[in-house]
């Protein structure tokens, strides 16, 4: 299988973590959003949608959304239930990254960190900022609540690709200028995954590097 990326994407960290985790090796192709290679018709053959990560099967089958590619590669592990109320929450905990968590968080990112054509007094960027405080505000009451119930995973009593999913624009707030001290369970919980056995980093054995912004 090969994975359609660029080395900054947090959508794309995602699925590298992932498969670290559970050893799977995946083939990648690195692309890169300055050079435009996104927007080029031989990237949109792949994904008419325009954004990586991309999931090539071996038998040529394309998956993209960051969200399906988990689901399909953690097929037959712990990280995708087989009890139907466990993939429920799991479902609950993807859908609030994608609607509530990740968009506010990776703006702020791309815009102030990696692009820096805004300032985060600028009037978008202001107005993505509580959303970005309310989500991680939203996260560390479901880590408590999951605590007081002696889990220490956002769905189910082991590690999930909803926690895998929620780990990469977490881990970069700072690049949004937004601090994790605030959020004590957050921060335990980041620690625990990067405890994990396979844990990876954004840049391949480098974890000082997971607020980096080069794109080599
Ligand atoms: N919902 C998608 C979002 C993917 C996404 O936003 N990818 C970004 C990189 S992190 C991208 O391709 N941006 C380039 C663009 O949108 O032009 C997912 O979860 O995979």
């Given at each position: 299988m090969?994975?359609?990326?660029?080395?900054?994407?947090?959508?794309?960290?995602?699925?590298r973590l992932l498969a670290r985790l559970l050893?799977?090796?995946?083939?990648?192709?690195?692309?890169?959003?300055?050079?435009?290679?996104?927007?080029?018709t031989e990237f949109l053959e792949r994904n008419p949608l325009g954004q990586i990560p991309v999931l090539e099967l071996d038998d040529g089958r394309r998956l993209y959304e960051s969200m399906a590619i988990l689901r399909y590669l953690a097929e037959g592990s712990e990280f995708w239930p087989s009890?139907?109320?466990?993939?429920?929450?799991?479902?609950?905990?993807?859908?609030?990254?994608?609607?509530?968590?990740?968009r506010?968080?990776?703006q702020l990112r791309l815009h102030l960190s990696l692009k820096h054509d805004r300032q985060s007094s600028d009037a978008d960027m202001a107005a993505l900022r509580p959303e970005a405080l309310h989500a991680?505000?939203?996260?560390e009451a479901r880590l408590t609540a999951q605590e007081r119930v002696g889990t220490s995973w956002v769905a189910a009593?082991?590690?999930?690709?909803?926690?895998?999913?929620?780990?990469?624009?977490t881990r970069m707030a700072p690049m949004a200028q937004i601090e994790l001290d605030v959020y004590p369970a957050v921060q335990t919980w980041l620690a625990r995954i990067e405890a994990l056995p396979g844990?990876?980093?954004?840049?391949?054995?480098?974890?000082?590097?997971?607020?980096?912004?080069?794109?080599?």
């Open positions: 090969r994975l359609i990326d660029t080395q900054r994407s947090g959508n794309a960290w995602k699925v050893g799977v090796t995946l083939e990648r192709t690195t692309l890169s959003i300055d050079a435009g290679d996104l927007r080029k009890d139907s109320w466990c993939q429920a929450e799991v479902l609950t905990w993807l859908s609030f990254e994608q609607a509530q968590h990740m506010p968080l990776a991680l505000q939203q996260l009593d082991v590690p999930t690709i909803a926690d895998v999913a929620l780990y990469p624009y844990y990876a980093p954004l840049y391949p054995g480098r974890p000082d590097m997971n607020y980096a912004t080069t794109e080599i």
